[in-house]
């Protein structure tokens, strides 16, 4: 069962859903996705998941840390190579409480996941530590591809399901240096 769900929107101008954050340095996927769930059962219930695209920041982890007990999988598909936050799990004692499975994911999801985290930083922050990553090869092309995919997706209104067929599509053709 998922209990939340949720996205960054750190840059987010208008009003987020109930719950959740918008517009702030705090508005994190994982921070959003935790203010949905209810304290008491998020302490009470234990067996916790957090899947996440991007490796949860200090920030992040932190939350992860303080809002759930017993046994928590933290599962993300790329590495954040800037702030990786996952050592903050075990750093403080309500950390080594917990029993952590802490797992990058692979396969097809976690190249899908990353493209659609390339895609939003060169976009949304082109100077960057982490765009100047995705700006090199074997990126560059199937950032431009995928761009150009989820922007004709947004404006046509398609659903998830034909913008992500629609960006396969067009990473097939890329041409890969």
Known sequence: MIAAEARNRVFD???????????????HAELNAIAQIDA????????????????????????????????VT??????????????????TEI???HQWQ??????????????????YTTEARPKSLTAVRYHEPPWRRLIEAAGAALARGRDRGETVEQVVATIWAAIEQAEVD
């Open 13 to 27: 101008a208008g009003d987020p859903p109930r719950g959740q954050l918008a517009g702030s340095w705090l508005a």
């Open 40 to 71: 008491e059962r998020s302490r009470a219930a234990e067996g916790w998941a957090v899947y996440s695209t991007w490796e949860p920041c200090p920030l992040c982890a932190g939350a992860i840390t303080v809002a759930f007990r017993g046994r």
């Open 74 to 91: 933290v599962g993300y598909a790329c590495r954040d190579w800037i702030s990786s936050g996952l050592g903050v799990l075990t750093d």
């Open 95 to 97: 950390g080594r409480r």
């Open 102 to 119: 802490v797992q990058q994911l692979r396969g097809p999801f976690a190249v899908f996941a990353e493209l659609l985290v390339a895609v």
